[in-house]
T-cell receptor, first 111, second 114 residues
Framework: DAGITQSPRHKVTETGTPVTLRCHQTENHRYMYWYRQDPGHGLRLIHYSYGVKDTDKGEVSDGYSVSRSKTEDFLLTLESATSSQTSVYFC??????????FGPGTRLTVT | AQTVTQSQPEMSVQEAETVTLSCTYDTSESNYYLFWYKQPPSRQMILVIRQEAYKQQNATENRFSVNFQKAAKSFSLKISDSQLGDTAMYFCAFMIQGAQKLVFGQGTRLTINP
């Protein structure tokens, strides 16, 4: 299994609070991704990174920001969490973009 | 925009049977990749099989094989000799070559009954 960890694995937070999710890899892969998974939608790309400090938006980027200051870490921040951001969040990594490996996921509940 | 459609929300078969999951996609691109991912109850996303659009030969991985029909934009997954451990959500996904972005279908929940 690819060395990908996500923290926290579960989080409950209140509307309006900031939240940061962390993805950490030990594979030294170039690309990192954040997806969200919701019933009836499969997984949708939020943001991705193609190198340190190089990021780009995905399909559902509104309300999210990301940062990558080191190859191994990719942070996803919800500046002011809303109930619509209740979801399961997956990080993925790849060296070759056509083969992505996923982390274990983070279940976020915004009350 | 690219879209991926899985028309079967749920399927159920008996152990040892063969089952086929359907997937269609829409794109104007000619160079792309198609994938099937498995998500068991553990929630871990596992790559099952990958198909390059330029390859005419259908990909195969042990009991898993695909039927790739490029003109019809169809990419079905066949699971032979199904096992209880195949019970999972299955997602079809698409990526344009060089685009870095996976587009997923809505998923099919497959249950293998003993």
């Amino acid at each position: 299994d690819a060395g990908i960890t996500q923290s926290p694995r579960h989080k409950v937070t209140e509307t309006g609070t900031p939240v940061t999710l962390r993805c950490h890899q030990t594979e030294n892969h170039r690309y990192m991704y954040w997806y969200r998974q919701d019933p009836g939608h499969g997984l949708r790309l939020i943001h991705y990174s193609y190198g340190v400090k190089d990021t780009d938006k995905g399909e559902v980027s509104d309300g999210y920001s990301v940062s990558r200051s080191k190859t191994e870490d990719f942070l996803l921040t919800l500046e002011s969490a809303t109930s619509s951001q209740t979801s399961v969040y997956f990080c993925a990594i790849s060296e070759w973009a056509y083969e992505q490996y996923f982390g274990p996921g983070t279940r976020l509940t915004v009350t | 925009a690219q879209t991926v459609t899985q028309s079967q929300p749920e399927m159920s078969v008996q152990e040892a049977e063969t089952v086929t999951l359907s997937c269609t996609y829409d794109t104007s691109e000619s160079n792309y990749y198609l994938f099937w991912y498995k998500q068991p109850p553990s929630r871990q996303m596992i790559l099952v099989i990958r198909q390059e659009a330029y390859k005419q030969q259908n990909a195969t991985e042990n009991r898993f094989s695909v039927n790739f029909q490029k003109a019809a934009k169809s990419f079905s997954l066949k699971i032979s000799d199904s096992q209880l451990g195949d019970t999972a959500m299955y997602f079809c996904a698409f990526m344009i070559q060089g685009a870095q972005k996976l587009v997923f279908g809505q998923g099919t929940r497959l249950t293998i009954n003993p």
